[in-house]
């Protein structure tokens, strides 16, 4: 098969960028994967329950169903939706190849132009009780999901001691009674401003020398932390609501490992206030490239950027 242009990714910037891209009659083939890093097709949402911060749902939706509607705005207007997943690609030289996974001797298919919309997934501890309360009193992103009813006048936590759980910590004031802070050392990482922040804020408490150890509810709901002091072995239980993990994101980018330029985290570098990346017709959106926002609203964004950059592109390299 070729395309003009092959988007690798199903969250929201992967269908944005599909929905300008076949609008424009570029008939765009988008691969959604088969639990590609570790998610069903549409991205980190699929395992979100109610998002209540895209524009356009006031009552709120489900992430999986919102995911769906992007799917079907994507398909309606043309855009080729593919249920496997590309596991190595060749952007030495043009056209781009890709290989589906489990077809890697076989045949390749071959693109004009790509867009790498792959995500990020947030590290995960792997507590006992996690697996039972993830999206139930247990999230990673507090921007996300910390205004949701659960949490409300609840005593929450979160963990980490950079400049991320700080700011989550921070943010998490405005909805919950307290916010305790677990750091596994007796510091922050968190710059000066930020742990300035943190410490005097009289809504939060850090617990220092400290680890998570296990998750427990009413089998509904989180209600229960387990700690352990990491200088004297003590286990302790801390009464919260809600537990955010505030510990960094990996960006799926072991497809373009060494022919893309990725920063020191792994994410894919874009040229300023663009979505070029590092070889020319390769463009990228969403969490793949995005450290700061990690939203749903800001990837579609840069998926309309992608596209609209892609589009611009094709018409320069590919006139008809």
């Known amino acids: 098969m070729h395309a003009k242009v092959i988007i690798i990714g199903s969250g929201p910037a992967g269908h944005t960028a599909a929905l300008y891209l076949s609008r424009a009659t ?70 781009f190849k890709l290989w589906r996974d489990g077809a890697e001797e076989q045949t ?62 921070l943010f998490l004031t405005k909805y919950g009674s307290h916010v305790y802070v677990i750091v596994r050392r007796d510091k922050l990482r968190a710059s000066k401003v930020m742990a300035n922040r943190l410490l005097s804020n009289p809504k939060v408490t850090v617990i220092w020398n400290t680890i998570p150890i296990e998750c427990k509810g009413d089998g509904k709901l989180l209600n229960l932390l387990i700690t352990k002091d990491t200088k004297t072995g003590e286990e302790k239980e801390l009464s919260i609501n809600g537990l955010f993990y505030a510990i960094g994101h990996v960006p799926a980018t072991e497809l373009v490992k060494n022919q893309l330029e990725l920063d020191t985290d792994g994410y894919i570098m874009t040229k300023p206030d663009t979505t070029y990346t590092s070889v020319e017709g390769v463009f990228a959106a969403g969490d793949v490239k995005d450290k700061k926002y990690r939203q749903a609203i800001t990837s579609a964004g840069s998926g309309c950027m992608a596209a609209l950059e892609c589009e611009r592109w094709l018409s320069e390299h590919f006139p008809e």
């Open 108 to 169: 390749f298919d071959t693109a004009d132009s790509l867009i790498i919309a792959t995500g990020a997934a947030a590290k995960r501890l792997h507590l006992p009780g996690e697996d039972i309360y993830w999206q139930k009193g247990i999230s990673a992103c507090a921007v996300c999901d910390g205004a949701v009813p659960i949490f409300r006048n609840k005593p929450l936590a979160v963990i980490g001691g950079g400049d991320s759980a700080a700011e989550e910590a």
């Open 26 to 95: 570029l008939k765009p083939v988008l691969f959604e994967g088969f639990l590609a890093n570790g998610f069903a097709p549409g991205g980190q949402l699929t395992t979100t329950t109610d998002v209540e911060n895209y524009p356009g749902f006031p009552e709120g939706i489900m992430g999986p169903v919102m995911m769906e509607k992007f799917r079907e705005q994507s398909s309606r207007f043309g855009t080729e939706i593919i249920t496997e997943t590309i596991s190595k690609v060749d952007l030495s030289s043009k056209p």
